[in-house]
């Protein structure tokens, strides 16, 4: 009987080490991949990769793959390349440049697209959403165009943003995967079951003892509070996905 209960013992202690690095591994797996860094392109997230002087933005929507290659060193070279390989088959190429080779952010010269051609000349912020022309006119060029669902944005009406150029071009648009404020939220959830699960009274306590002496949970309440238990770890699971999605 003491084997059994010994062997009984060293199975549940084998089980919890193993689900213990299961989660371990997960988490480890789970903030590599919140913490990419990379960039948002028509809503998707492209991971981000720099090979020489060479920065690669890479990922897949619905539609297809997208490739972003931006060719230049900042404060290093007098121009930036931006080459987009988009779904269906839609390539551009994109030439930014900069006033002073030196300092980027004294602003950009021009942009030409693939031909040579002068495509755009104003003024351009990275902290704002739109640019302005050299004659002081707003330059809003975004694809306004309706789809119905199911529907491919990519097509030969499809327009790809100057601004999208400048930006990636100044890697202004470079971020992590992650959204921090789900993660917080997911984080909240967790704490409190593991706050509520260790010390089951705890919350009760808090909101009941200084209204109520001698304050005791009804059966309603006891019930209610293990559905939480399972519920809110649900809940944190859902928005930490959502905060990589």
């Known amino acids: 009987m003491d084997i059994e209960n010994v062997m009984r013992s060293t199975n549940k202690r084998l089980f ?6 299961v989660l371990a591994l997960a988490l480890i ?12 392109f028509d809503d998707t997230f492209l991971k981000k990769e720099v090979v020489s002087s060479d920065a690669h933005y890479m990922g897949k929507n619905m539609y297809g793959s997208i490739h972003i290659t931006v060719k230049g060193i900042k404060d290093v070279h007098r121009s930036a390349e931006v080459e ?5 088959n839609i390539n551009s190429r994109y030439t930014v440049n900069f006033k002073d080779p030196k300092n980027w952010d004294a602003g950009i010269e021009n ?54 150029v400048a930006d990636f ?35 009760f306590n808090l909101k009941y003892s200084f ?25 944190a699971v859902f928005l930490m996905i959502a905060a990589i999605w």
């Open 111 to 164: 942009i030409k697209d693939g031909d040579g051609n002068i495509v755009f000349e104003g003024e351009y912020r990275k902290d704002r959403d739109f640019m302005v022309d050299k004659n002081g006119e707003f330059w809003l060029d975004y694809n306004a165009r309706v789809i119905t669902y199911g529907e491919s944005p990519y097509n030969e009406y499809y327009k790809i943003s100057l601004k999208n």
């Open 29 to 40: 797996f789970y903030f590599m991949a919140f913490f990419t860094r990379g960039a948002e």
């Open 16 to 21: 919890k080490g193993l689900l213990l690095a």
């Open 169 to 203: 071009a100044y890697s202004a648009k470079d971020t992590t995967r992650g959204n921090y404020q789900l993660l917080v939220l997911a984080l909240f959830f967790l704490a409190i079951t593991i706050i509520d699960i260790k010390y089951p009274l705890f919350f």
């Open 211 to 235: 209204s109520v002496e001698n304050p005791q949970p009804s059966d309603t309440y006891l019930a209610l509070q293990k559905i939480s238990w399972v519920v809110y770890p649900v809940i």
């Open 84 to 88: 987009f390989r988009l779904p269906n």
